[in-house]
């Protein structure tokens, strides 16, 4: 089992290893080690590695937010320059 703590799944013959045996950045061992946390259950084994995550999340939410408010100006701009007509159409 290599020096990892597993845990029963509930299944019969089915073991998983335990979400806190390994960072979740660089896959280091957090056996016998100080364990950061993040974001509630997510463990780092040192401060450096919990920052670069910090950071990788903060880059992918800004880049999410800009590109969700670019497509709400494209929508907003392909519509303003579009005419709309209204009315009844008959197709005989």
Known sequence: MSGYYYYYSGFQDQYDAHYLDAC?????????SDIF?????????SKECRQE??????AR?????????????DAQNSTANKTVRTGTVAVA
């Open 24 to 32: 979740s950045l660089c896959r280091k061992s957090l056996h016998n």
């Open 61 to 73: 939410e800004k880049n999410w937010k800009s590109g969700r408010s670019l497509r709400k100006s």
């Open 37 to 45: 946390m993040y974001r509630g259950n997510t463990p780092f084994c």
């Open 53 to 58: 995550q910090m950071e990788i999340d903060e």
